[in-house]
């Protein structure tokens, strides 16, 4: 079935590490996003790449870095300067037109 | 500054009754608007969608109706059902950057048997 994988689910870092998110999609998207969740909050974009080798800062990049080598992967690494990088992470993708995305399951980070 | 909102929290429904859940939005741009359903701990899941060209759209027990002039669009659930408890996010694209979406909120629907 295709779809999008996020891993972990759950993930614990400490403070002034840095860590990464994994995500792979099988749909043969050509664009992929990242959006932050926080309770009460709507999703906020962090990152968003429309093609291969590109990707362009969303409303929350801050503290955030992003790589896209391949078509199918867009994983994000949570570094240090993240101030407050506990949140429940979404990875999403799109065709086309339209913007109807579909997400990953989530990763849930805590620093502890 | 927030482009969409979805000024309610949270709405309480009996099961069988009308869900109405609302949004309004700022950017005139916008002409693409899209509601998703998220349980908790999950990613959302797409819903029902709406072209600025369009004032309803219809797909079995959900309806989304827009209103251009008052930048305001409405999801209808009929009838509602318990297993529809979740929070419904309003999001909105624009065509010539549709990649972007700029989400709600959110709005917890409670169905109560």
């Known amino acids: 079935d295709g779809g999008i994988t996020q891993s972990p689910k759950y993930l614990f870092r400490k403070e002034g590490q840095n860590v990464t998110l994994s995500c792979e999609q099988n749909l043969n998207h050509d664009a992929m996003y990242w959006y932050r969740q926080d309770p009460g909050q709507g999703l906020r974009l962090i990152y968003y790449s429309q093609i291969v080798n590109d990707f362009q800062k969303g409303d929350i990049a801050e503290g955030y870095s992003v790589s896209r080598e391949k078509k199918e992967s867009f994983p994000l690494t949570v570094t240090s300067a993240q101030k407050n990088p506990t949140a429940f992470y979404l990875c999403?993708?799109?065709?086309?037109?339209?913007?109807?995305?579909?997400f990953g399951q989530g990763t849930r980070l805590t620093v502890v | 500054d927030q482009q969409v909102k979805q000024n309610s929290p949270s709405l309480s429904v009996q099961e069988g009754r009308i869900s109405i859940l609302n949004c309004d939005y700022t950017n005139s741009m916008f002409d693409y608007f899209l509601w998703y359903k998220k349980y908790p701990a999950e990613g959302p899941t797409f819903l029902i969608s709406i072209s600025s060209i369009k004032d309803k759209n219809e797909d079995g027990r959900f309806t989304v109706f827009l209103n251009k002039s008052a930048k305001h669009l409405s999801l209808h659930i009929v009838p509602s059902q318990p297993g529809d408890s979740a929070v419904y996010f309003c999001?909105?694209?624009?065509?010539?950057?549709?990649?972007?979406?700029?989400f709600g909120k959110g709005t917890l629907l409670t169905v109560n048997p």
């Open positions: 999403a993708s799109t065709k086309g037109t339209g913007g109807k995305a579909f």
């Open positions: 999001a909105a694209s624009v065509g010539g950057s549709n990649y972007k979406l700029t």
